[in-house]
Every structure is written in structure tokens, then in C-alpha cells.
């Protein structure tokens, strides 16, 4: 079963420092996509970053960036320069191939202290 | 150019009655799923629909019903309400046929059964 594991409830980080989110994740296919969602308290989910499995290359889009590691089944979030808009819930998901449906994790709550 | 909208955003139903809450999607977009978010958890996938038809579903009853209309709208559809049922319910689009596109999600509709 495709499973997707936050282990961290809650991060902590000063504004303008680099944060690192963590997740793993488990899927029996070869052929899938990873992705980090925001939350923010207006509910509204935001895309931040997407990659695809047969991609080597770390996705990165301006301050975020991930670093997969296929092998270890790791796909964790580095947000630099971090600013107080960042505060929020994020989500890493997946999707197989095969599939339409994106399973979640269960979340990490980002704080940014100014 | 309009995201994805929801309606309403708050409700508020009794144990035993049933609801209806409605998507619009992002323009353009052809594919609507729905998600179900308990109160500290990540999303979970209720159903897809593509071309009015029900593409995939995950683990939820047959109390969980919806409908897409020719002009991609869709509505779910929840009867016999149970207190478990409370949570937000989020909408989200797409465009293409397969997996690994962009999930545009709505900002959801707030469900309380007592």
C-alpha cells in the first residue's frame, strides 16, 4: 500500500535561517510523483514543489528545494531565507503512476519567529 | 482567472441528514477530485471525476456520492450524516488524463455535524 510518513508535527525556525521538513514514503511502483503542499490558515492548498521519480535531480523553485533520495524512500523540504509568510502546515504526498489519487502525510506545522 | 472555487463554506447538519457541497474548478480544468481533512490529519482522497464518470475512489461508503456536469462542475454528495463526518472537504482540479499533474485545491467547505 502506498504510504506517506511526517514524523515531524511541529518545526521551529527563525526568520531567515533554513528549515528542513521530513518525509518518507512507501510505494511498490516505479513510476511516481512526490509533492510538498502548503496549508496556511486560510486552508487554501498550495502546490510548492513537485518531483518526479525518474527525475535524479533535486526539484528546486526559488527559496525551496527538496532532496530525494529513491533509494532510502526520502523526500524532505529545505526552505531557505525563511520568512514569516512560510508559516503554515505542510503536506508531502504522493502519486503512482497508476493512479489518480494523492495520499498525504499527516503534516508538519512550520513556526517562523521574527 | 478564477481558481477553484467551493460552496458553501461553512455547514452546519444534524446526525441523519444529508448534504451537498459544490466545485467549481480552475479554468480549464477537466478532472475534479475531492478530499476529505479531519481536524490534524492530512487529506484523504474520497473519489475522481473525469468526463462525468467516477474514475477512482478511495476507502470511503457508499454514503459518499458525487456527480460532475458537462461543464466540469462537480457536487459530493454525503447522506445519513455521522458525527465522524465532520471535517473540511476539499476540492481540487486538474487537466490531463494521467497521473503527476497539479492538484489545484479549493479553499473548502467546513462541514459540523451534531
Known amino acids: 500500500a502506498q504510504t506517506v510518513t511526517q514524523s515531524q508535527p511541529e518545526m521551529s525556525v527563525q526568520e531567515a535561517e533554513t528549515v528542513t521538513l521530513s518525509c518518507t514514503y512507501d510505494?511498490?511502483?516505479?513510476?511516481?510523483?512526490l509533492f510538498w503542499y502548503k496549508q496556511p490558515p486560510s486552508r487554501q492548498m498550495i502546490l510548492v514543489i513537485r518531483q518526479e521519480a525518474y527525475k535524479q535531480q533535486n526539484a528546486t523553485e526559488n527559496r525551496f528545494s527538496v532532496n530525494f533520495q529513491k533509494a532510502a524512500k526520502s523526500f524532505s523540504l529545505k526552505i531557505s531565507d525563511s520568512q514569516l509568510g512560510d508559516a503554515a502546515m505542510y503536506f508531502c504526498?504522493?502519486?503512482?503512476?497508476?493512479?489518480?489519487?494523492?495520499?498525504f502525510g499527516s503534516g508538519t506545522r512550520l513556526l517562523v519567529r521574527p | 482567472d478564477a481558481g477553484v472555487t467551493q460552496s458553501p463554506t461553512h455547514l452546519i447538519k444534524t446526525r441523519g441528514q444529508q448534504v451537498t457541497l459544490r466545485c467549481s474548478p480552475k479554468s480549464g480544468h477537466d478532472t475534479v477530485s475531492w478530499y476529505q481533512q479531519a481536524l490534524g490529519q492530512g487529506p484523504q482522497f474520497i473519489f475522481q471525476?473525469?468526463?462525468?464518470?467516477?474514475?477512482q475512489r478511495g476507502n470511503f461508503p457508499d454514503r459518499f456520492s458525487g456527480h460532475q456536469f458537462p461543464n466540469y462542475s462537480s457536487e459530493l454528495n454525503v447522506n445519513a450524516l455521522l458525527l465522524g463526518d465532520s471535517a473540511l472537504y476539499l476540492c481540487?482540479?486538474?487537466?490531463?488524463?494521467?497521473?503527476?499533474?497539479?492538484?489545484?485545491f479549493g479553499p473548502g467547505t467546513r462541514l459540523t455535524v451534531t
Open positions: 481540487a482540479s486538474s487537466m490531463g488524463r494521467g497521473a503527476g499533474y497539479e492538484q489545484y
Open positions: 471525476y473525469y468526463e462525468e464518470e467516477e474514475r
Open positions: 510505494t511498490s511502483e516505479s513510476d511516481y510523483y
Open positions: 504526498a504522493s502519486q503512482e503512476d497508476s493512479s489518480y489519487k494523492l495520499i
